[in-house]
């Protein structure tokens, strides 16, 4: 009779089952090009002290991604075509371990990311999320500007102060168990869904803040003056869905916080207008000046009263003229 004898673990792999896994889901469609960058990102950041598991979450990609995937030591899951929100909800779904982060396809981590904010995490357990900063850049990552959100950031119960921002979701990483317990994120928004998600968690506990640049913020070059117009809505919902609840003082306290919200928007409008009318888009710039004007009335009005946004509007041409020489 033989007795089997389970060898000691040795220091190496006590130490390796001590380190915290995060689980980074990145959703994409369509875009092979820059998820090559957003997952190589993520293998480059130095895993001293944590384990990362990375998934990508395909949502009914048509292009080569499926084959990029494949080259890199990471999970992969097709959905399909079930957009961005039940996208990410299949990857938390799936996420491991004891904190999970998620990240766009076309941001780009740099190597300071995780490890600030799991040592955040290792001095205050009782945060449900922590997140730091990030860079913004133009599509060939200029930066540009200061890291976002500016400081000073102090962590702790930040319900009312998340509701004047929201973090890029990048740079945020949750301890599993509470996004367990935040849920889905809401795919009947238009927008925004990480900053719903992120104010349910902000309201259950405290969150801890470090101000170091995380990730590269790719911007979107030109005037969207569509995509932004579905994102306004899906503000005003999440602005409204969590204070809603709030005693009469402090919703008359948070108010001014949407009106702000409302002006920023308005401005932006404004801003589309005047870069369609310096082209001669003159549709695009009366659809824009609509849309700033339902964003805010008054931001609108003082805005075009300072600065008239159709001022360099130029009629176009109809498909007769444009045929003409």
């Not at 702790?156 to 890029?168: N, V």
């Not at 238009?190 to 506990?205: E, V």
């Not at 920023?264 to 000046?289: I, M």
Request: aromatic share 10%; glycine share 6%.
């Amino acid at each position: 009779m033989t007795t089997a004898v389970q060898a000691e673990p040795t220091d190496q792999e006590l130490q390796q089952q001590a380190r915290p896994i995060v689980s980074v889901i990145i959703t994409t469609h369509n875009r092979a090009k820059l998820l090559k960058e957003a997952i190589e990102s993520v293998l480059a950041v130095p895993q001293h002290d944590f384990t990362l598991h990375v998934l990508v979450v395909d949502d009914g990609s048509t292009d080569d991604t499926a084959t990029l995937v494949a080259q890199y030591p990471v999970g992969y899951i097709r959905t399909s075509s079930i957009g961005m929100a039940q996208a990410r909800n299949t990857g938390l779904h799936m996420a491991h371990g004891d904190f999970v982060t998620l990240l766009d396809d076309d941001d780009v981590w740099l190597p300071t990311n995780i490890a600030p904010q799991l040592a955040v995490f290792a001095q205050h357990p009782e945060y449900g999320a922590v997140h730091a900063q990030s860079q913004l850049v133009d599509y060939d990552k200029t930066p540009f500007g200061e890291p976002v959100p500016a400081g000073p950031l102090p962590s702790g119960w930040l319900f009312d102060e998340l509701l004047t921002y929201w973090p890029q979701v990048g740079t945020i990483v949750t301890r599993i168990d509470v996004a367990r317990e935040a849920g889905d994120m809401d795919p009947a928004l238009t927008g925004d869904t990480d900053w719903d998600w992120l104010l349910r968690i902000a309201r259950r506990y405290p969150i801890g803040r470090v101000e170091l640049p995380v990730l590269l913020f790719r911007q979107r070059g030109g005037a969207n003056e569509d995509l932004s117009w579905r994102r306004f809505p899906a503000m005003v919902t999440i602005f409204n869905r969590h204070t809603k609840t709030l005693g009469l003082r402090k919703r008359l306290r948070v108010q001014p916080i949407l009106w702000r919200h409302r002006g920023w928007w308005a401005s932006n409008f404004l801003d589309y207008a005047r870069q369609h009318a310096a082209a001669g888009a003159r549709t695009r710039a009366y659809r824009s000046l609509y849309y700033a004007f339902r964003c805010s009335l008054p931001h609108a009005l003082l805005g075009c009263i300072r600065n008239w946004p159709l001022a360099a509007a130029r009629p176009e041409k109809t498909s007769a003229q444009q045929n003409i020489g």
